[in-house]
């Protein structure tokens, strides 16, 4: 084998040999990025009964800069692209989640500002123009 053959395969074998260092940095980063799924499921999920039980607008809009507020910080406090570790199993929970709070978040201010009434709470429309054809 002469030295330019000799020096190729070396060559190859340091990309090959680099390469695997390079995977081998990637799993070590999907550590945060599993550490980083549990901190965002685990603060949905409690955002989510957090709304769900929200008396009034100003406890449900509280929650909402609250959520957005402490979601920040946790995807500030990881690398950049740890986001891009994680697993397509991980991300289509994290979308589910995401979508559980937003349907809880929108149905909790409906149903704050639009309560439903019971029956026997509503003026009865009938006795009501009754009374004032009498006053007439």
């Not at 507020?69 to 500030?76: E, N, Q």
């Not at 409906?110 to 003026?123: F, G, N, T, Y």
Request: charged share 30%; net charge negative; glycine share 6%.
């Amino acid at each position: 084998m002469n030295r330019t053959g000799l020096i190729a395969i070396i060559a190859v074998g340091s990309i090959i040999g680099l390469t695997g260092c390079g995977q081998e940095k990637k799993n070590k980063d999907r550590t945060q990025a599993s550490e980083m799924y549990g901190r965002i499921c685990r603060l949905t999920k409690d955002y989510i009964d957090q709304l769900a039980s929200a008396e009034d607008s100003l406890s449900w809009a509280s929650a909402c800069f609250e959520f957005e507020d402490k979601l920040d910080k946790i995807s500030f406090s990881y690398p950049p692209d740890t986001d891009l570790l994680l697993t397509e199993g991980q991300n289509d929970t994290i979308h589910s989640l995401m979508q559980e709070y937003v349907r809880t978040r929108d149905k909790r201010i409906d149903e704050i500002l639009h309560p439903v009434l019971e029956q026997d709470s509503v003026s009865d429309v009938d006795a009501l123009s009754d009374k004032i054809q009498e006053a007439h």
